[in-house]
């Protein structure tokens, strides 16, 4: 029944992207240059619903792409995005942006450290887009693909004009992430207080981490899936990671967690995934992240879901994550397959374990 259920949500979604695709007009003689009121720039300053395809040499410029406020409509199709100091593509409070069949790899060369975020695709408080079928490798920043609300991650000097736009409904599928250094392959979060994250799909992708691939060039690929609820009174709801391929991740290959107070991960489903050699989750955000705290697994994990109660986190109100699920995943060559600290009216049901020494721990308390 899942199943069908999954194809029946998937061919529509797939059938709205062909249908709106027809739409698009090419517009010519695409901007380049300065974005905003800092020194931050762009090889594509993108237009309300340009295509972009074809060679976007970013070599000397902040952005491969800049799709700013209220720019819609934009689709970006078999494209090569390469050589921007930070971001490949970055997209801020719009909705409807497509970025399809592309190879948008090699940025991130000379981050700014300013911007305290950088990966090769970067949406913030983006909603109702898609990110499919893309390359995505060779990062020398903070790995692959991140949908965040929009928030004080968004680099200085850039317009936003509504900095409690939230992440919703965005599809990201069947890309291939590698070799991205120093951050995670895919990020879904809410990074502002009380911001949202909700019903986005991360469905079919493959991310490699540095344990079975080569190490990058300025750090280690760190692989992995996240949903996050990371700043206080933050939320991540009803968020699907569905049958992706995670190997080698310097983290939980996929991890489910609430950090901040009053922070919450609800009805989260973790399905069908293939998750091999996951790691420790040690590499933190501060100041709700400790590496030493309890709710973080005790040696290599597949799959974690929980909500960090520590002391920094306990008042006013402590994060929380219930209903998520994981179900139906097969999860290789483990200390242990799944990990719960803090997380209640839960399933875990139909998981198959391969060499894991331990199928299931939890913790529950103040670590």
């Keep these: 029944m899942r199943i069908l259920v999954v194809s029946i949500v998937l061919l529509f979604v797939f059938s709205v992207i062909a249908v709106g695709a027809t739409s698009y007009a090419a517009i010519p003689n695409s901007q380049s240059g300065q974005i905003g009121i800092g020194n931050l720039t762009a090889a594509v300053i993108a237009q309300k619903g340009e295509v972009i395809t074809g060679t976007v040499n970013a070599t000397g410029y902040n952005f491969g792409v800049y799709i700013g406020p209220g720019v819609t409509g934009v689709l970006i199709y078999h494209a090569h995005i390469f050589g921007a100091s930070d971001h490949g593509v970055i997209a801020v409070d719009t909705s409807g942006i497509s970025i399809i ?65 939230s992440g919703d409904n965005n599809l990201i ?68 990671v ?74 006013p109100a402590p994060p929380t994550a219930k209903g998520n699920i994981v179900v139906d995943n097969t999860i290789v060559d483990e200390a242990i397959g799944i990990w719960v600290a803090n997380a209640y009216n839960g399933a875990y049901v139909g998981n198959v374990f391969e060499n894991v020494s331990t199928n299931f721990q939890s913790f529950y308390g103040t670590g």
Excluded at 104 to 120: L, R, Y
């Design 242 to 315: 569905l049958d992706n391929t995670v190997i080698g991740g310097l983290e939980d290959g996929i991890i489910v967690n609430a950090e901040a107070p009053g922070a919450a991960d609800i009805g989260n489903e973790i399905a069908g995934n293939y998750v091999k050699l996951g790691a420790f989750q040690r590499l933190n955000n501060p100041p709700f992240d400790n590496a030493s705290d309890l709710n973080l697994a005790p040696a290599p994990n597949g799959i974690a879901i929980y909500a960090n109660l520590m002391p920094s986190t306990a008042k």
């Design 173 to 240: 599928a069947d890309n291939y992430i590698a070799n991205d250094s120093q951050g995670c392959g895919i990020v879904v979060a809410a990074w502002g207080p009380g911001q949202t994250v909700a019903n986005n799909w991360v469905y079919n992708n493959v991310v490699m981490g540095d344990l079975l691939t080569s190490h990058g060039p300025t750090g280690f690929s760190v692989g992995t899936i996240v949903i996050a609820a990371d700043f206080p009174f933050s939320s991540a709801v009803n968020n699907v």
């Design 101 to 165: 069949d592309s190879n948008i790899s090699n940025n991130v060369q000379h981050a700014d450290h300013a911007i305290p975020d950088d990966k090769e695709v970067g949406f913030y408080g983006v909603s109702n887009s898609y990110i499919i079928g893309n390359v995505i490798t060779g990062s020398k920043g903070d790995g692959g693909i991140s949908v965040y609300s929009s928030s004080s991650l968004v680099p200085t000097g850039l317009p936003v004009p509504n900095v409690n736009a």
